[in-house]
């Protein structure tokens, strides 16, 4: 009797560890599904901002300067009397664009190098990581004036001035989290199956970085965005009269006792854009990790 | 009156229950030892006692020591209590102290925490405690700190800071498992000798029999929450009727069943010879920093379907040989060779042949697979090493035959490897060996992480494919039982040296090394203790 007692009290555990693991799991798809739905938004308004936007980005209107949010203009004007809400369209196109591409290419080559270095212990790998402290040593902004000064300012300039800057900070993580994981027993038995150092690392490396990446991404491509604010603010990215969510914040700062609207919608749209990156950031994490089952 | 009486304590968390109506006494000076496998809720009652139970579980019952209801105590009071009249030690010594405090600010705190004093009456009482638990203030003066000392040192001032109040009750949480069995023995004594002087009542919380039967005057057996087994030493481990406490301890002497007609080869499997492995020492300022020889000199041999083991305790250099043995790291001196082959080639092909004829399990049964990999994906890594690679069903069926092989279900192939149980991660890391039908497998302290039934069990596995494969097993571990029950040859390294060698049970019949002897002394040996025991009772009725 008490036998059976043990197995049905075993059985009892499970399953609210089961119902636990379920709730625990819901909550996060729904997390990643509001991230999914927000950058899906901010997407769309990019793209829609090529046909269409309430008003001309670039038609100056000084006669309706400054005004409120009305029902003409939801989210106001500017000195110029540009429409906010056409400008914030707008200037989606250039943030999502700068700081996703700037990402990819700091994701792209930094990460393979952090793991070279760390597969390399050797001369090889010191290299890569000192070489790493050396773009480590300016930062995007002093790169973007370097890059400004021989190629000339620009977009696309800014794009590769924050994408270089993101470089060693993917290769460090990587080659920090890929040292520690070379010790694991499962790198070593499949050392003893003879696997090369690369197949390792692409194999066994790289998929148990995926979640620390991705949420690095995340955070790079928040700090991508400022960068881009930055760089905008002075006269280095986003050329005017093409909008762009930094500078039009940094340009608000002069008027944010008198138009407050100026720095809170642009504001709002950095914060969502970074949050809902933050938001799909965290559901990929747990999205990849198979110890973490799927509701199907 | 018992120094500590609980009275049907249950606790549960997020409503699953986790201990049931458990009622047990405690003498002072007194030594209680609870034992059972992991998830038994050993350890949430020594937690339970100490009222360090995670914030969201319930409690109910009664737990009263020396009068006091401690079931009904408020946190703060707790505080007082904890350390004053409950002293605790844990596990791992190293993560208990705090790395940045020197031992006798350590143990000084406690005091001063209970008692009003100065700082220099605080330090002069630490010195005392430090003194009692064989931390001699000539050789250990309160300004050292703890990465400075050994794992036992460690453990000592562990014990000291938990002493340091005198308390009524000591609870000590697999005090000596982290430990090598020399320095077990030691901190062992160190209990008995503590809870005479003091009278103090001492929970031993521990999965070895053995530690149990040498020092604890009773004993109680745990399991799935519950209470099984309780009373003397001899009546739970010699005359017990229950079929649990019987069944853990046939399996803690467990000695799997051997083909007799099994015969050693001739020709060496693997020949180890005169391997050095050196380690960069620490560095000097000036001049040439010098090399800490890790294996000096080491020379073995292993023969087809011979099984033997590597014994010593941490740091002898035995994790090191294996890395070379296994073609990990390459020796600075001497040479590795499997087949009459060197170990490990150039040649790409050869290597291949030669990794297919050696192979590992690990420890960790967890640690040793990527957690991200499926059971087929895990198993199908050293499909590359074979001759000719199955693809497809090939490969689907072959996963299935080593997967029967070792006692798995063929369904098992698609889960991953957190579904599973210690014991079936370690079958299944056998299966990842047994793919390309390896001569010789090196187990890596395989057994040790699992719980006694599951480790007997493994350990049948182990000798059922030895005799029916004619593999041959390296067992590199500190545990001497396994080594006893399996093995046919023993090898004892101590300091990056080999120091004895020779037929197992030659060695433990008579040991020659003096290093081996005090090994051999310091083991806890269940049956031999057990005896002991009863001679112990027959002659002072």
Redesign the interface.
Same mark, same amino acid.
């Given at each position: 009797m008490a036998n059976v007692d /043990?197995t049905s009290?075993?059985a009892?555990?499970k399953s609210?560890?089961h119902s636990?693991v379920t709730r625990r799991r819901s909550r996060m798809t729904l997390g990643f599904r509001i991230g999914l739905i927000l950058v899906t938004a901010v997407v769309a308004t990019a793209l829609v901002s090529f046909v269409w936007t309430p008003y001309d980005v670039k038609g100056i209107d000084i006669a309706s300067k400054l005004l409120a949010p009305s029902l003409l203009h939801p989210f106001g004007t500017d000195h110029f009397g540009r429409d906010v809400l056409s400008m914030i369209m707008v200037g989606a196109r250039s943030s999502l664009a700068v700081a996703l591409i700037a990402v990819g290419i700091g994701a792209s080559i930094g990460a393979p190098l952090g793991l070279l270095a760390a597969a390399r212990k050797d001369l090889v790998g010191e290299t890569i990581m000192r070489g790493n402290d050396v773009i480590f040593a300016f930062p995007s902004l002093l790169m973007a004036v370097m890059i400004s000064a021989v190629y000339g300012p620009g977009v696309v300039n800014a794009i590769i001035a924050i994408g270089i800057f993101n470089i060693p900070v993917f290769a460090r993580v990587t080659r920090g989290a890929a040292l520690s994981l070379w010790s694991? #027993?499962?790198i +070593?038995?499949? @050392? %003893?199956?003879?696997?090369s150092s690369f197949l390792i690392s692409i194999? *066994?490396i790289l998929?148990?970085l995926t979640g620390l990446l991705v949420v690095q991404a995340a955070i790079q491509f928040a700090m991508g965005v400022v960068a881009e604010a930055g760089l905008s603010y002075v006269g280095l990215g986003v050329q005017p009269p093409m909008p762009s969510w930094g500078r039009m914040l940094s340009e608000a700062q002069t008027m944010i006792g008198f138009a407050p609207w100026l720095a809170i919608f642009p504001g709002l749209a950095i914060m969502i854009l970074v949050f809902s990156f933050g938001l799909i950031g965290d559901g990929l994490n747990d999205r +990849?990790?198979? @110890?973490i089952k799927r509701a199907r | 009156m018992a120094l500590l009486d609980i009275k049907n304590l249950a606790v549960s968390i997020?409503?699953?229950?986790i201990l049931h109506s458990l009622s047990l006494t405690l003498e002072a000076g007194e030594i209680l030892g609870v034992a059972g496998e992991s998830g038994s809720g050993k350890t949430m009652t020594a937690l339970s006692i100490a009222g360090l139970l995670p914030d969201r579980a319930k409690l109910s019952g009664e737990i009263v020591l020396d009068g006091v209801r401690l079931s009904s105590t408020t946190e703060e009071e707790y505080c007082d209590i904890r350390g004053r009249d409950i002293g605790i030690v844990f596990q791992e010594p190293m993560t208990a102290l705090n790395p940045v405090m020197t031992i006798g600010k350590q143990v000084a705190e406690t005091v001063r925490l209970h008692r009003k004093v100065g700082r220099g009456e605080a330090m002069r009482f630490a010195r005392d405690t430090l003194d009692k638990v064989g931390l001699p203030g000539l050789k250990f003066p309160l300004d050292r700190f703890p990465h400075s000392l050994s794992g036992g040192q460690r453990q000592r001032v562990a014990i000291a800071i938990a002493i340091a109040m005198k308390p009524k009750l000591l609870i000590a949480d697999e005090p000596t498992t982290a430990l090598d069995v020399t320095t077990q023995a030691e901190i062992l004594d160190l209990f008995k000798q503590l809870v005479v002087e003091d009278n103090i009542g001492l929970i031993l919380v521990t999965h070895d029999l053995a530690v149990i039967a040498e020092i604890a005057d009773r004993a109680v057996v745990m399991?799935?929450?519950?209470l099984l087994d309780q009373g003397s030493i001899t009546a739970v481990f010699r005359s017990t009727t229950q079929p649990y406490t019987k069944k853990l301890l046939e399996s803690a002497v467990h000695v799997p069943v051997r083909n007799a007609l099994r015969e050693i080869g001739e020709t060496p499997v693997l020949e180890v010879t005169n391997v050095v492995r050196e380690y960069p020492g620490a560095r000097r300022l000036f001049g040439r920093s010098e090399p800490i020889r890790a294996v000096d000199k080491v020379s073995l041999q292993i023969f087809a379907n011979e099984n033997v083991g590597l014994v010593g305790e941490s740091g002898c250099g035995k994790s090191t040989l294996l890395r070379t043995i +296994?073609?990990?790291d390459r020796p600075q001196a001497g040479d590795v060779r499997v087949f009459g082959q060197q170990f490990p080639t150039e040649n790409a092909t050869e290597?291949?042949k030669l990794?297919r004829s050696?192979? %590992?399990v &690990?420890?960790?049964p967890f640690? /040793?697979?990527?957690?991200?990999w499926?059971v087929d994906q895990l198993i199908s #890594?050293?499909f *590359?090493?074979l001759e000719t690679q199955p693809a497809g069903k090939d490969a689907r069926k072959k996963i299935d035959e080593i997967l029967d092989r070792v006692g798995m279900k063929s369904s098992d192939a698609d889960r &991953?490897p957190?579904e599973f149980s210690g014991g079936q991660r370690q079958r299944i890391?056998i299966a990842?060996a047994l793919v390309t039908e390896p001569s010789i497998i090196a187990l890596d302290e395989a057994v040790s992480a699992l719980d006694l039934s599951i480790r007997a069990r493994i350990l049948d596995l182990l000798a059922e494919l030895s005799d029916r494969l004619g593999v041959s097993y390296l067992f590199v571990t500190h545990d001497l039982s396994v080594v006893r029950s399996v093995t046919d040859r023993i090898l004892v390294m101590k300091d990056g040296r080999i120091v004895e060698t020779g037929r197992t049970e030659d060695v433990f019949a008579q040991p020659q090394d003096s290093y081996t002897i005090e090994l051999l002394r310091a083991a806890p040996d269940l049956n031999r203790i057990l005896s002991e025991r009863a001679d112990d009772q027959a002659a002072s009725p």
């Open positions: /043990t009290h075993a009892q555990i609210d560890e636990a694991r #027993e499962y +070593l038995a499949a @050392r %003893v199956a003879g696997k194999q *066994h998929p148990n +990849l990790d198979p @110890r | 997020d409503e699953s229950p399991k799935d929450g519950e +296994l073609g990990l290597m291949r990794r050696i192979q %590992v &690990f420890q960790d640690g /040793t697979f990527d957690p991200r499926r #890594e050293n *590359h090493l &991953f957190h890391a990842r």
